[in-house]
């Protein structure tokens, strides 16, 4: 059955090894399609010879098309024999003779990321809708129920070629570069070089990442001195400037588990972070190495530590984790701090409401939100000022704990004391994340 359909689409199609075994791709493991291709008109071909005595017109019939519709080197042989000129193969009707040519692709991948180093890639395969539509074609005219589509074909084979040159390995779920291999063009995309760490902010004043100018949104001006930003530095700019300049990348992208107001600082364990470092040239960059030249190059702006390699997906991980917070807090009273207060907020605990801060309104949604108090400790008091300690779960806007925001934040340090209180100092101490 199979020889008498190979038969059949041969003698309507002109087609590559690779693409006639691909229409009976499902049959048999362990073999390449161009291997299926190839014992298929093989057989064809002994088949047609055992029957030269029986059927000579017939015999030569079915090794003519094997020769100009197959490209089958036997067959032309036994035609020339025999004296008779053989019409040559010109390209197959699905591949255009590309699937001939994988070793030659896989040369032209490896020669596009010379420049990279890399570890670990994945082939994707693209190919136009005529291509599509001929194998339909195909598939639907001899009812092919064993057959495998072009874009697999292209991806494992190429995939193969690109393994057996260059020693690396393929890797379906995190790749450090991924070729997209066409018909007739190669893309190639590199993926991100992430590594995830903490960080500490020592100095107030610096923004997390990099923020526009307000004046000119970023394509610079007077205002901002040409530089396109707010402020001169941000927590990514500092870290991200070593990272950069040690892996050769174009751009990175600071993503923190939550993140600080301007002039607060992170303290303590420091906040979890993942660096995320775009079309890097080098991967294999010692660590120890980069943690030194941030915290020597930043000045005491900000330190990382326990810098370790990461991936993507551990980026929404971060993301998504609440966890819980301590916080140092210097407040003032609009009077002088009394006994009976410090038994009040050290009493502030459970469940607190918070209306979106009238502070963020213009870039945040207006909501409510249900955030837990732990703990407050009163660690000093001078006057109408004092120290606290806040352990909360991550999310509280500490500041509006102590404000009250017009009864926007309920309760508050404003509610419970009948008096007005203003947050003059925050420092985030500790960040626990769940899993870690």
Known sequence: MILKLAEAILREYP???SCLGRQFGNLLTGLSNSERGHAIKLSLAMEAHSRMDEDPEEAIEILSFLAYNGAHIPAVESLQKMGIEVRPFEKCFLCNNFLSRTRE????CLNRVKDYEFHTFLVGAKVTEEVLNKEEELSRKFSLKFSESIKSEISREIGKEIERISGKGIDRENPDIVFIVGLSDIEVQINPLYIYGRYRKLKRGIPQTRWPCSNCKGRGCELCGWTGKQYPESVEELIGKPALEMTKGKEVKLHGAGREDIDVRTLGSGRPFILEIKKPKLRKINLGELEKRINSESKGKVEVLGLRFSSKS?????????G??????????DREIKEEDLEKLENLKGRILQRTPTRVL???ADKFREREVYEIVIKEVKGNVGEAEIYCEGGLYVKELVSGDNGRTTPSFTEVLGSKAECLEL???DIELEGE
């Open 15 to 17: 087609l590559c090894d």
């Open 105 to 108: 692709i896989a040369k032209k």
């Open 314 to 322: 551990e980026v929404k991980k971060i993301k998504e984790k609440r």
């Open 324 to 333: 819980r917070k301590r916080y140092r807090v210097v407040f003032k009273l």
């Open 362 to 364: 213009h870039r945040r």
């Open 427 to 429: 420092d985030v101490l």
